[in-house]
Structure formats: C-alpha cells, structure tokens
C-alpha cells in the first residue's frame, strides 16, 4: 500500500461537494444519478478531489500554461473535399434514423 | 508451441517453413483454450482472421510481401477497426461495428498482418487494473487471482500467455507500460505525435498515444516501423521523416549516460522492485553505461495535475456518447434531455462516470483556472524537469509501477488508491515523452518486475537500441509464465 504524503509546504483550500454540487455536477454532465448512489459518488468525488487538491498551493506565478504534450500548431489544409458519402455505413450503427436523419424525441413543439 | 517472437515468426515465413494460415490457427487455437479463463479477448473471428491469413499467404506466394506479411498481431478494443465489434471496453459500444479503420489498423492491414483478436481494455482506457471493463477482468497469466495491469491490460496478457505474438496498446497514464510490466513483457509509448490517432477511441486527447506491445525490443522496433508515420486525418500528427526504429539495435553501450531520478526511488517503492531495478542498474554498466542522479522535483504533482487534465479532456471527448449516433440508447425516455441522461447512466460503468463528473467540475465556470489552469502550469513545470535532466543524462531509468501485480479486487473499491499505480508513469504523458516497460526480474512471489526507461523526444531507436542490449544480457523477457 502506498500512502500519499502531501509536500509540507502546502496549504489546502477545502474542498468538499456537497449533495446539491454532485446533483448539478451529474446535470452537467447528462449523466442521471440517483438519490441512492448520489452519497457513494459524493464520497468518492471528495476522495479524488483530496489527491488533487496538492497542487492547488504551489506557486505558478509567471508559467504558462501547457496545453498539449508538445507545442504543437494546428495544420491548415487545402479547401478540398477529401471525404466520400458514407452516411449509409455510419448511420447503419445508429439506434434509429430514418430517411438518413437521425431521430432523438421531439424538442421543439 | 513455445512462444516465438515476431522476428523469428517473419524469419519461419520468409523461409517457407510454415503460412500465415498455419500460425493463425495455431494462436486461434490457443485462444480458445486459455481465453475462457484468462478472458484476454473481448472479440475473435476466426473465419476473418483466417481470411486475412489467406490473402497474406497469397501476396507472399505473389512475391508482394513485406518484412512482417503473414505475422499475426492483437488489437486493443480501443482501435475501431472495419466490421469488427469495437466496444473500448464499454456497454456503452457494445453493439458497435465500427464502419471504419482506424490509421493503426489500416497499417498493420497495409503490412499484411493478420488481427487475431480484439483485447480486453479498461472501460475508455480509464483503469490500471482491467478491472473497470464491462466485459470482466482480465486474469495475470503469472497468478490468476491477480490483475494484468491496465488499462492495455488484455493485450499484456494475451502476449504473455502466447496467445498473441504482439499486440498493440494505448498508453494514457501508463496504459501500456504498467500492464507490460505487471505481465512481464515489453512495451513502448512513442513520443507523443509519432503514431495517429485516428480511430483511436480518445479518451485524453492531449495525452493519448498508441503503441507495440510485444516480447523484446527488438519487436517493438519492427512495430513501431508499422505504426509511425504522418496522417493527416489526426490533427496533431507530426510530419517527420521515416525512420527506422531498429537502426541502433546492435550499438554498444559504451560512453550512455543513464539518469536515475531520485524521486522513483523513495518512499512507496516495493523492495523488490527496487532491488530488481538496482540490479539492472548495475547491469548497465558492466555494458559500459554510466549512471547519473537526476532529479525531477515536481514529479510528485503529477498525480494531481493528470487527475484534472485527463479528466477534463475525458468530459468533452466522452459528449459524443450520448445514445444519438451510435451505441447504446437506453429503451425508456420521456424527451431529449431524459434520453441523454440514461443513456449516459446506463451506458458508462461507474469509473467513467466518475471521471467525467471530475472533468466537468474542473472545466465548470469559477474552477476553470483554479483547477485546469492550474494544472496546465504544473505540466509544464513537470516538462522543464526532464528538460533539464537530460542535459545530463541520454535516458532516465527507474521502476515502472511501485509494485508487481495486485490481488483482484485489492483497490477496485479506491480509486485513489488505483491512481497511485500509476505514478511513475503519469508524468511522461504530461511532458509526452516516450517511455517503455522492460522485464527485469520477479518477486519473492514470482511475479514479473518491470523496468521502466524514459527517452528524450523522438529517441525511440536509442530506447530501443538501450532496451535490446539490456535483453541480449539477460533472459528475463524470455520468461513465460507456466501453463501455457
């Protein structure tokens, strides 16, 4: 078993979800929690929000920040069609379509 | 059949002595025998492996062959591949037949290797133990009541258990080097860029990189040649010139300078692992290398800064789930927004879930700097260490997971706790570094022991060139578990 030893240089903002945040959380995410496992998530959240709270009270002044594993730039390409029609093929693993639409309930009255 | 590598497999086909046909049903074979048991393979389709044996067998026969025409090769569930059932180790696929190839899958078809499977995965890559997936754990083929490691953990297991000769994996956190290490094989995680995406299932964009899985170095090399190479379908794809990773193979080790970062060597380490890796230490220089301490201070914050940043990409990437255009759709919904949220509920196993609420939190308006701006920055202060370590160093070398492998069920219920599996590993994805898991040795259990070597950008053939005379010295990836 490893146990985490926070460095001692740091100061933890407090943080813990509460049952409302893991309900607005789930909302969020379109993903249903119940009432029932809503406690569990909430506790195991707080858990994983614990390991990385560390990180909150380092010093970052003047860092900039990186958002990709390399300094990368986005490639432009000639204004070319490169695709062929597939729809066929990739609405053949879709849950319902018809007449090569997609079909979700009805949202606009 | 004893267990043969990729080079000796080309090696039996250049020279007439067997077919792909033969060395598909060969492996078909052992499939069915230890699958049920080891449940390394989510999806095998023996009529069409066997056609694409066939076919390979008939461009040998025409003179069209190439180095590894013939081969067979396991994938990872991650890579969608043309008419196969692509699941990513999720209820969430599992009815999906991917229509496509990802760029992976088109090479290795382009280099006539036959698929003879696709292999178990954590839930969306999303685990360190296979535990997560929805199709059941898979077993240790050293210890069947312990885990391969995750989240490549089927391909791991499949390899060692010579069920494969090869396979390939993903590597997120560490997702092909600790389940190589925890089965005792090898395995290599390209610099990030040198391999596509494409098809690639993502779960962390910025971090996600594909790679061999396979029995010696000298494989990985052959695999890599097949993987690497520019695609323009994948937006971060690096436009480089072909190189051959086996090119440095035979160099001698004389004058390498090895790093050794103090901060892998602590408190948390296992002392067998620690003497193993010592050892191996001390067998690099009898092969003329030296050793220098190096040092990568906020390699400690890596835990944490990935556990927002691999989430946060998780969230968006994992929007696309949503019971519209593919998988599953859960059958009762009162209206759209009703339907999203079962689906999703339904669809994701609780892991996933969880790190997608993670992600969505940290992304989420008044935590967006103090939590993913935040670790953005620690990224790149993790990045400047290894910069910094290889000015004096060739390659850095350490453990590649704290422990060997871990009883089924130990951490399943702490995540926490399963996260830390991964802390060697983790860091070398925020900077993108490449890095392998090489044998080194075994417990007082028995269980395999992973070394794990850590190159700078684009070194892949100096890694491998490191990795391959370490293997020429010593036996321990020539080691294979009893039973198969």
Known sequence: MITYKPLSYKVYIPMS?????????????????????????????????????????????????????????????????TETDRRAAY?????????????????IE | ?????????????????????????????????????LNAFISVDAERTLAEARAADAARAAG???????????HKDIFCAEGWLTTCGSKMLYNFVSPYDAHVISRFKAAGMPTLGKTNMDEFAMGSSNETSYYGPVKNPWDSARVPGGSSGGSAACVAAGLAPAATGTDTGGSIRQPAALCGITGLKPTYGVVSRYGMIAFASSLDQAGPMAQSAEDCA????????????????????????????????????????????????????????????????????????????????????????????????????????????????????DLYEKSRAEGFGAE????????????????????YIQAQKLRRLIANDFAEAYKACDVILGPTAPTTAFKLGEKADDPVQMYLSDIYTIAVNLAGLPGMSL??????????????????????????????????????????????
């Not at chain 1, 609405?91 to 949202?107: D, I, K, R, S």
């Not at chain 2, 992600?359 to 935590?367: A, F, Q």
């Open chain 2, 64 to 74: 069209q062959a190439g180095p590894l025409t013939g081969v067979p090769i396991a």
């Open chain 2, 222 to 337: 052959l695999l890599l040649n097949v993987m690497a190479g520019f695609d323009g379908r994948d937006s971060t794809s690096l436009e480089r010139e072909k190189e051959d990773y086996g090119r440095d193979l035979a160099k001698p080790l004389n004058g390498l300078r090895i790093g050794l970062p103090k901060e892998f060597f602590g408190a948390g380490l296992s002392g067998d692992t620690a003497q193993a890796v010592q050892a191996a230490i001390d067998e690099f220089r009898k092969l003329g290398a030296t050793t220098v301490e190096v040092s990568l201070p906020n390699s400690g914050l890596s835990v944490a800064a990935y556990y927002v940043i691999a989430p946060a990409e998780a969230s968006s990437n994992l929007s696309r789930f949503d019971g519209v255009r593919y998988g599953y759709r859960t059958p009762d919904y009162a209206d759209l927004t």
């Open chain 1, 17 to 81: 979800l509460t049952l409302a945040d893991v309900q607005r959380i789930a909302h969020l995410a379109r993903i249903r929690v119940s009432e029932g496992e809503a406690e569990q998530t909430r506790n195991q959240l707080n858990g994983i929000f614990d390991l990385i709270a560390e990180m909150q009270a380092v010093d970052t002044a003047g860092i900039a920040p990186m958002a990709h594993a390399r300094d990368v730039f986005q490639r432009l390409r000639a204004d070319e069609v």
């Open chain 2, 352 to 371: 996933v879930k969880r790190r997608i609420m993670i992600g969505t939190y940290v992304l989420s308006h008044g935590y967006y700097d103090a939590y």
């Open chain 1, 91 to 107: 609405q053949a693993v879709a849950p319902q379509t018809e007449a090569g639409l997609y079909l979700v309930p009805q949202v």
């Open chain 2, 439 to 484: 044998p080194c040795g075994f417990d007082g259990q028995g269980l395999p022991i992973g070394l794990q070597l850590i190159g700078d950008y684009f070194s892949e053939a100096r890694m491998l060139n490191v990795a391959h005379q370490y293997q020429l010295a010593t036996d321990w990836h020539q080691r294979t578990p009893g039973g198969f």
């Open chain 2, 1 to 37: 059949m004893s267990q043969q590598t990729i080079k000796q497999l080309a090696d039996l086909l250049v020279g007439g002595k067997t077919s792909s046909v033969e060395l598909c049903q060969d492996y078909l074979a052992r499939i069915a025998t230890h699958n049920p048991n």
